[in-house]
């Protein structure tokens, strides 16, 4: 069963895109064709998010996709690895088709069904979440794309998730962020936001702030918002 608090209802509703509502798993044999270990998936993209947290606290921005594919030249280089540039293209290429996960348009139901606004909140840009839900068939169910490309800094500085509430006409306290990453989860606390963290059978880190449910996947998170 999820894990519950008081946390007051929410009026709305932010699903973290990249990683939560689409996993990454799919790109793992491309990560293999790169001449990575198959780990080397979750080394890249965490390679790429301390390249955007560390442009973001210096007051800095650059595109998602600029970031990835740096942090990859980074990993690569560190294994001593030349793989052709198409290969590399190819990684960058089929995130833009990843799959949802199979719960996702039950969990987007749940909070629809529930009366709750529902909000894509990503690091990646609005064209290209826009392009993953619509071909998920999961856009009709989201009021608002909200892009860290409109803040000009990522994820988890208070100022997006700040931005995403105000995006949906409400106050911090009253919106909601449902996501895989502990760091995202801290960063909706400290702006003021309910939080659900999917924890995938992953423990949450306890040097950071505590989400308000914790549940094993999207719609056990939804269910568990929308009964609070």
Same mark, same amino acid.
């Given at each position: 069963?999820?894990?519950?608090?008081?946390?007051?209802?929410?009026?709305?509703?932010?699903?973290?895109?990249?990683?939560?509502?689409?996993?990454?798993?799919?790109?793992?044999?491309?990560?293999?064709?790169?001449?990575?270990?198959?780990?080397?998936?979750?080394?890249?993209?965490?390679?790429?998010?301390?390249?955007?947290?560390?442009?973001?606290?210096?007051?800095?921005?650059?595109?998602?996709?600029?970031?990835?594919?740096?942090?990859?030249?980074?990993?690569?280089?560190?294994?001593?690895?030349?793989?052709?540039?198409?290969?590399?293209?190819?990684?960058?290429?089929?995130?833009?088709?990843?799959?949802?996960?199979?719960?996702?348009?039950?969990?987007?139901?749940?909070?629809?069904?529930?009366?709750?606004?529902?909000?894509?909140?990503?690091?990646?840009?609005?064209?290209?979440?826009?392009?993953?839900?619509?071909?998920?068939?999961?856009?009709? @169910?989201?009021?608002?794309? &909200? %892009?860290? *490309?409109?803040?000009?800094?990522?994820?988890? $500085?208070?100022?997006?998730? !700040?931005? #995403?509430?105000?995006?949906?006409?409400?106050?911090?306290?009253?919106?909601?962020?449902?996501?895989?990453?502990?760091?995202?989860?801290?960063?909706?606390?400290?702006?003021? @936001?309910?939080?659900?963290? &999917? %924890?995938? *059978?992953?423990?949450?880190?306890?040097?950071? $702030?505590?989400?308000?449910? !914790?549940? #094993?996947?999207?719609?056990?998170?939804?269910?568990?918002?929308?009964?609070?």
């Amino acid at each position: 069963m999820p894990g519950l608090t008081s946390a007051t209802r929410p009026k709305a509703v932010a699903f973290d895109i990249i990683g939560t509502v689409f996993p990454l798993h799919p790109l793992r044999p491309t990560i293999q064709e790169l001449g990575l270990p198959p780990s080397g998936l979750e080394g890249w993209f965490a390679a790429g998010l301390r390249d955007a947290f560390a442009l973001s606290a210096a007051g800095d921005f650059r595109p998602f996709t600029e970031v990835l594919s740096g942090a990859l030249e980074e990993v690569l280089a560190e294994q001593d690895l030349s793989p052709p540039p198409e290969t590399k293209a190819l990684l960058m290429e089929r995130m833009k088709n990843l799959v949802p996960r199979p719960d996702a348009r039950e969990a987007f139901g749940t909070i629809a069904r529930a009366g709750m606004q529902i909000l894509a909140l990503s690091n990646g840009t609005a064209a290209s979440t826009r392009s993953l839900l619509a071909a998920a068939g999961l856009e009709d @169910l989201v009021q608002h794309i &909200v %892009s860290v *490309e409109e803040v000009q800094l990522f994820k988890p $500085r208070r100022e997006v998730y !700040a931005f #995403a509430a105000a995006q949906a006409g409400l106050e911090p306290s009253r919106l909601a962020l449902v996501a895989v990453h502990p760091w995202d989860i801290h960063g909706a606390k400290a702006a003021g @936001l309910t939080a659900a963290y &999917v %924890s995938a *059978e992953r423990p949450f880190p306890p040097v950071m $702030r505590a989400p308000d449910i !914790a549940a #094993a996947s999207l719609s056990e998170a939804a269910h568990a918002l929308a009964e609070l």
